[in-house]
């Protein structure tokens, strides 16, 4: 039978301590979020109205994915707005964000509202 290994004996007791945990950095991982749906949202505005026009597909999911993109993109803004402020960061390219989400928004309505 094997003795049962000794843990405390391996660890090292020269003081040694763990680096400490770098923090996320919250606002770039929000604006990175919604930049990303804003963009699918491009596309599928896009593949909506190609639907609309040719019938080849129900441009009515499309749509709704297509406004749920941005607006999950304008909500990352707001956010990536907010957590600039209280950072002292500038707020352009969270502004910017927002009105582009905000355009996509509508035009995805327009077309949810055509089908």
């Not at 763990?18 to 491009?42: C, E, M, T, Y």
């Not at 999911?61 to 909500?75: E, G, Q």
């Amino acid at each position: 039978m094997e003795p049962a290994p000794n843990f405390a004996a391996s660890t090292p007791t020269t003081g040694e301590e763990l680096p400490p945990r770098k923090a996320f950095n919250w606002l770039d991982i929000i604006l990175q979020i919604g930049h990303r749906s804003a963009a699918l949202a491009v596309f599928v505005v896009l593949i909506t109205i190609a639907a609309i026009k040719t019938k080849y597909l129900d441009p009515h999911p499309l749509a709704r994915i297509a406004f749920i993109l941005a607006d999950l993109a304008s909500l990352c803004a707001v956010g990536g707005w907010y957590f600039a402020t209280v950072r002292r960061k500038p707020i352009g390219e969270s502004l910017g964000l927002l009105i582009f989400s905000l355009l996509i928004a509508a035009a995805s309505l327009i077309a949810l509202l055509r089908t």
